[in-house]
């Protein structure tokens, strides 16, 4: 690729993220209960009233002022577009938001001036055609991002296998070697309680218990009820160290293959199978319990996430599917219904799309360390997509399920009263997640796989936390 092809795809590719990024923006405002309710304080069209004072006056003016700015943004990037030398069905597919965008000027203008009678089915139309420029634009910019790419990463960076991995179980490097005894019988114990300890995947909790955390959030907003949030964490955090345990168990064997898992206790035969299965059954026993005593179904659901993760996901879909990452995303989607069911006894519409959301996430989530492992995975034999179908497919899989997981965020402040928080985060921290999967195209490196890994836990840890707070606080 010539040095000024490149800096053109740069440009193009800069400007149909930030073209991307705007229309989410609007689409996320208008999502917001902030915006339906600010249409009622400024019913006329193109001008409203002008008492500033009033928040939802602010707050139309807003949406209407950034959909003038976000669609000169948008033209720029049809023409920069259109003029490049990028291919034809990315070229193509921006003649969506070229004809739609004054289409959805239009129909705000309706929503805006509509009695209520049509207001509601105009406004899904506004959503809908929102979302239609948005995915238009962001078609686009996978296939304009994959062009002068292939699957072979830069030789800038040491091959995954010498670099050096961590285990995120406990963030240490794996030694190669097997550990060397302890000294005396303290060291002992605390290197046996350690071994345990790591069986349990800690490193995966923080975000899991703070999905089941928002799921509590939704459905109970300020009358939380303390002694559930602790009885749903708790029997949250035993669930995941169960399966967590039996994944090591069933994956022992392999983890010995891998340079990133081979230090594992069972790997390692630091801990011995039957010890672990009697622990994870303990664990298993000690979540259902406690699921038990908040209500049935959460139980249900529980048992359901732990057989799902320990069975379904590492012994069926893992070492056989390339979809293993999709379907596996079901495993962490369950804590946002069993947070939903604790609080409500029933599964809610609101439970389910935040499910959804966590369901997108994590391919956008994985692809990435799937990259920076690709060929440990391939030791280990797992047909992970980046082994099956190659590095340049995982890239432009990871802009779609990021793409697809910033709908289902607005989807999920469409059936909720979420507000302004939440929807800072998403197009924050969704912003930062987008822009750092355009660098990992432009560099095509480790390095930056798990920039835009840890970018993916920063957008859901964020998005997840203002759920929390905006629920229970605004
Ligand atoms: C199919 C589903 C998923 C797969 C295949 C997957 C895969 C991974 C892998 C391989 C690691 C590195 C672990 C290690 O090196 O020992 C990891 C880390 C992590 N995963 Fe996932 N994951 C999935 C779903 C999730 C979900 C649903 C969540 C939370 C909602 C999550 C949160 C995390 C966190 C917080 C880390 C640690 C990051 C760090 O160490 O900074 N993962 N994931
Ligand atoms: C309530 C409850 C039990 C919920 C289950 C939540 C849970 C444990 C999700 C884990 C998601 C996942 C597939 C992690 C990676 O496993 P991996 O085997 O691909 O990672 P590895 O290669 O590091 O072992």
């Known amino acids: ?16 993220a930030a073209a991307a990024i705007g229309v989410y923006l609007l689409i996320v405002v208008g999502a917001t209960t ?21 928040p939802r006056v602010l707050i139309a003016w807003g949406h209407r002022l950034a959909a003038l700015v976000v669609g000169v943004v948008v033209l720029a990037a049809l023409v920069t577009t259109w ?21 959805q000027i239009g129909l705000g203008a309706l929503a805006a001036t509509a009695t209520t009678a049509t207001a509601d089915w105009l406004s899904t139309l506004h959503l809908l055609s929102g979302m239609a420029i948005f995915v238009g634009l962001v078609l686009a910019l996978a296939w304009t991002l994959e062009l002068g790419t292939d699957d072979t990463a830069p030789v800038t960076d040491p091959d995954p296998l010498t670099a050096t991995p961590t285990d995120t179980d406990t963030g240490e490097t794996p030694s190669l070697q097997t550990p ?42 300020p009358s939380l009820d303390a002694g559930i949030v602790i009885r749903v964490l708790g029997g949250g955090v035993l669930a995941i160290g169960a399966s967590g345990t039996f994944n090591h168990v069933l994956e022992r064997k392999k983890d010995r293959k891998m340079q990133r898992t081979s ?43 732990i057989l799902f993760y320990s069975v379904i996901y590492t012994l069926v879909l893992k070492p056989n599917t390339v979809q293993n990452t999709v379907l596996g995303g079901a495993a962490g989607a369950l804590p946002a219904l069993i947070g939903w069911v604790g609080v409500t006894g029933t599964v809610g519409v609101p439970g ?24 440990d995975y391939a ?13 340049r497919v995982t890239r432009r899989h990871i802009v779609w399920y990021l793409a697809a997981t910033l709908l289902g965020a607005s989807v999920l402040s469409a059936v909720t009263s979420l507000g302004w928080l939440y929807a800072g985060a998403t197009v924050a921290f969704g912003a930062l997640f987008l822009w750092t999967v355009v ?20 957008y859901l840890g964020a998005l997840l936390f203002a759920i929390v707070v905006d629920a229970i606080l605004l």
């Open 439 to 458: 660098r990992l195209h432009r560099e095509r490196s480790e390095q930056a796989a798990f920039r835009a890994f840890h970018a993916s836990n920063a």
């Open 83 to 103: 003029r490049s030398s990028t291919s034809r069905r990315a070229k193509a597919t921006l003649l969506v938001p070229f004809v739609l965008y004054p289409v």
């Open 180 to 221: 060397s005894p302890p000294s005396g019988p303290l060291a002992r114990a605390r290197r046996i309680g350690a071994a345990y300890f790591r069986l349990m995947k800690p490193r995966l909790m923080w975000l899991l218990c703070l999905v089941a955390a928002a799921g509590m959030a939704l459905a109970a907003g």
């Open 263 to 305: 230090d594992r206790p069972l790997a390692t035969d630091q801990v011995g199978v039957t010890n672990a299965l009697a622990f994870g059954l303990l664990l298993a026993a000690a979540s259902l319990a406690l699921f038990l005593s908040v209500n049935l179904l959460a139980a249900a659901l529980g048992l359901c996430a």
């Open 1 to 16: 690729m010539t040095a000024n092809t490149a800096t053109e795809r740069r440009r193009v590719t800069t400007l149909l």
């Open 352 to 375: 389910l799309a935040l499910a959804g959301v966590i369901f997108l996430w994590t391919p956008a989530h994985f692809y990435n360390l799937a990259l920076a492992y690709k060929d």
């Open 34 to 54: 902030a915006l339906t309710e600010a249409t009622q304080a400024c019913s006329t069209w193109p001008l409203c009233g002008t008492d500033l004072s009033d």
């Open 379 to 391: 030791r280990g034999g797992f047909p992970m997509l980046p082994v099956v179908r190659g590095e």
